[in-house]
């Protein structure tokens, strides 16, 4: 167990609602990754925190998507008016130092209907 | 062009031979490079990374980094049937990490 967490593991929503993932990483660490994947695919990176602030996002993250980082600590990813393209495992990862030692979290896998 | 690009297999291998996986990637840029598992349903591990051309060696793995030809290798010997799974490379460049699709390695006993 690497040790970050994520809430929920799955969920099932109807397209057009609003979803809201929950990342608590490992405790000492600063830095804090999102990434996407899709069957099939390597994960692909959508945001990062370095405390609470928000470094980057990729253009992957549409105006549906907003993450934040209170505090430093726990992160959550919001999608709003989820589409079936929505559809994919949601990635959270953590690291003290960068993304050579990020430790991912188990996931939570996200269906749209 | 993806940016990083890997066989989708599957590979399979018998159990005690050498299984070997390779990748490419397209960003000059990117300083390190790493090759991770994934089981099924499961979320990657880091196995190890590289980023000085050459040989580095970890217990049964070996990665191969040849940067003047974007060109990153991962060799398992004595493959066990534990070791099947998805095997993920990734190249980073200043915290941007880009992964390629996997590919695909089943072990046979």
């Known amino acids: 167990d690497t040790g970050v967490s994520q809430d929920p593991r799955h969920k099932i929503t109807k397209r057009g609602q609003n979803v809201t993932f929950r990342c608590d990483p490992i405790?000492?660490?600063?830095?804090l990754y999102w990434y996407r994947q899709t069957l099939g695919q390597g994960p692909e990176f959508l945001t990062y925190f370095q405390n609470e602030a928000q470094l980057e996002k990729s253009r992957l993250l549409s105006d549906r998507f907003s993450a934040e980082r209170p505090k430093g600590s726990f992160s959550t990813l919001e999608i709003q008016r989820t589409e079936q393209g929505d559809s994919a495992m949601y990635l959270c990862?953590?690291?003290?130092?960068?993304?050579?030692?990020?430790?991912f979290g188990p996931g939570t896998r996200l269906t749209v209907t | 062009q993806k940016e990083v690009e890997q066989n989708s297999g599957p590979l399979s291998v018998p159990e005690g031979a050498i299984a070997s996986l390779n990748c490419t990637y397209s960003?000059?840029?990117?300083?390190?490079f790493f090759w991770y598992r994934q089981y099924s349903g499961k979320s990657p591990e880091l196995i190890m990374f590289i980023y000085s051309n050459g040989d580095k060696e970890d217990g049964r793995f070996t990665a191969q980094l040849n940067k003047a030809s974007q060109y990153v290798s991962l060799l398992i010997r004595d493959s066990q049937p534990s070791d099947s799974a998805t095997y993920l490379c990734?190249?980073?460049?200043?915290?941007?990490?880009?992964f390629g699709a996997g590919t695909r390695l089943t072990v046979k006993p």
């Open positions: 990862a953590s690291s003290l130092t960068g993304v050579s030692e990020q430790y």
């Open positions: 405790s000492e660490h600063n830095r």
């Open positions: 960003d000059r840029g990117s300083q390190s």
């Open positions: 990734a190249s980073d460049n200043n915290n941007d990490m880009r």
